[in-house]
């Protein structure tokens, strides 16, 4: 599923409720509806009270270590993110989630083809492409410069 972010990446990302959305398109349930959610664009973003922001910023790290097993030393703190502390730490967070979400797609793959089903690279394709989509990219590229 992409996304298209417009505009800058991190307030994109402020109320949380993209970050709600990567973890259950990764794995279904893995965050549950909050209050608020279901909104688009502009109204997505300057809906959320700092509260709700923050309690959906929270459930995305709890997803993000619970079903993805990030370690506490690799998530990134809410402030990191709302009150923009550490961009370069939730950016790492993402990246490494993509990483284990792509290992795990390559497993799964594995498994699947023993069984008789035939691949291609195209199928496994890059998950900061698909869900993160190229802002993410654009983003850690912008600030390594």
């Given at each position: ?32 509806k ?22 959906r ?15 506490d ?73």
């Amino acid at each position: 599923a992409n996304t298209h972010i417009e505009g800058d990446l991190f307030d994109s990302l402020k109320n949380g409720e993209l970050l709600c959305d990567l973890a259950n398109c990764l794995v279904p349930g893995s965050v549950r509806k909050l209050s608020g959610s279901g909104m688009k664009g502009n109204a997505r973003r300057n809906s959320a009270s700092p509260f709700q922001a923050k309690e959906r910023i929270g459930a995305f790290l709890t997803a993000a270590r619970d079903e993805f097993k990030i370690g506490d030393t690799d998530l990134f703190k809410i402030s990191d993110l709302h009150d923009g502390a550490s961009p370069t730490q939730v950016l790492a967070c993402l990246s490494l989630m993509s990483k284990l979400n792509e290992r795990g797609r390559r497993s799964s793959v594995e498994q699947d083809t023993e069984a008789g089903d035939d691949f291609t690279e195209e199928m496994l394709g890059s998950l900061a492409q698909e869900v993160i989509g190229d802002a993410v990219m654009e983003q850690m590229m912008a600030e390594n410069t």
